[in-house]
């Protein structure tokens, strides 16, 4: 069953991982694992952390937002044993390449709370991208 957009917002809210997906300008898409926290009016920010290690502090989703800005990032809720209890929620994302400092320091503060290893915001920076639409399913009503 679809979800309404409240409970889809709600449930994007609650969470803080998902997939990220971006547009490679010749691979197509370019799903990655991430971390993520949403903001009360309706951004999306991705941590560039410096704790995992990387190649370089730029990552290719930043290339590709650059030449595309749409992304999508996708939530999912999955039990193997009970598949009443399954759901997702998919966020289609528009970047914004230069964020507020206010936005931008939000996004970080609720990374931090949320995060035990972002606790001192380890962070090169925090991509931040305006949800532009949100919808989801459930296989049931719980």
Known sequence: MRLDEAT???RLAEHVHGVFATLHP???P???????????DGHVG????????????????EDNLAADPR?????????????????????ECRHVPDPSDALAEELADRLARTVPQYADKPFH????????????????ED
Do not use: F, M, N
């Open 8 to 10: 889809s917002r709600s």
């Open 26 to 28: 010749e691979r197509g």
């Open 30 to 40: 370019d799903p990655t694992p991430v971390v993520y926290a949403v903001s009360d």
């Open 46 to 61: 991705v941590p560039i952390d410096t704790v995992k290690p990387k190649a370089s502090s730029r990552l290719q989703r």
């Open 71 to 91: 992304g999508s990032l996708l939530v999912e809720h999955w039990d193997a044993e009970d598949w009443t209890r399954l759901w997702w929620v998919r966020a």
């Open 125 to 140: 920076r925090v991509l931040v991208c305006r949800i532009v639409k949100v919808t989801g399913w459930a296989a049931s």
